[in-house]
T-cell receptor, first 111, second 113 residues
Framework: EDKVVQSPLSLVVHEGDTVTLNCSYEVTNFRSLLWYKQEKKAPTFLFMLTSSGIEKKSGRLSSILDKKELFSILNITATQTGDSAVYLC???????????FGTGTRLKVLA | NAGVTQTPKFQVLKTGQSMTLQCAQDMNHNSMYWYRQDPGMGLRLIYY???????DKGEVPNGYNVSRLNKREFSLRLESAAPSQTSVYFCASRDSQIGYEQYFGPGTRLTVT
């Protein structure tokens, strides 16, 4: 059965800290992996990764995919209180429209 | 450009009642999705529609039906609500010819008593 596992489940840090969120997957015929940020309402898209070893960056956020070891990490440097959210990882198998989501990591950044 | 809209935002039903959750997108996307989100469970796919005129079951379709009314609209119907269907429901859409990024609606919080 295809599955996506995120760790840790929750994390509390102070402003300025760096955090690493993990997403591992067991999916038949992997096609792509996506990261979303969910604050109070709808998830918003952060990154999509399809190739191994290529880092995607957007400001203080970056993500990398390891297709051999079947995981991805999301790094957030110099965290701010506005980074507090649930971060979701989703994997899309090839040849399907279905997205398989992990349970998410809840990040709380304290001032 | 409103993106993905959902109605209602909140709903309380009694067990056995029926209702339809509405979703519309104005981005001319061909694919649309319905998810439910429960505490500690992440997002689980209920139904999806790859294109106008087609619908397929996702991970948790039991107790639900869908209609892809046209390219813009994708509705989710609960024929006989049960307490286990208490959840937050999200609709999403994407342009499958461009990529895999999904755009989500604001969600409907449904409570079944």
């Amino acid at each position: 059965e295809d599955k996506v596992v995120q760790s840790p489940l929750s994390l509390v840090v102070h402003e300025g800290d760096t955090v690493t969120l993990n997403c591992s997957y067991e999916v038949t015929n992997f096609r792509s992996l996506l990261w979303y940020k969910q604050e109070k309402k709808a998830p918003t898209f952060l990154f999509m990764l399809t190739s191994s070893g290529i880092e995607k960056k957007s400001g203080r956020l970056s993500s990398i995919l390891d297709k051999k070891e079947l995981f991805s990490i999301l790094n957030i440097t110099a965290t701010q209180t506005g980074d507090s959210a649930v971060y979701l990882c989703a994997v899309v198998p090839s040849g399907t429209y279905k997205y398989i989501f992990g349970t998410g990591t809840r990040l709380k950044v304290l001032a | 450009n409103a993106g993905v809209t959902q109605t209602p935002k909140f709903q309380v039903l009694k067990t056995g009642q029926s209702m339809t959750l509405q979703c519309a997108q104005d981005m001319n996307h061909n694919s649309m999705y319905w998810y439910r989100q429960d505490p500690g469970m992440g997002l689980r796919l209920i139904y999806y529609s790859a294109s106008e005129g087609t619908t397929d079951k996702g991970e948790v379709p039991n107790g639900y039906n869908v209609s892809r009314l046209n390219k813009r609209e994708f509705s989710l119907r609960l024929e006989s609500a049960a307490p286990s269907q208490t959840s937050v429901y999200f609709c999403a859409s994407r342009d499958s010819q461009i990529g895999y990024e999904q755009y989500f609606g604001p969600g409907t919080r449904l409570t079944v008593t």
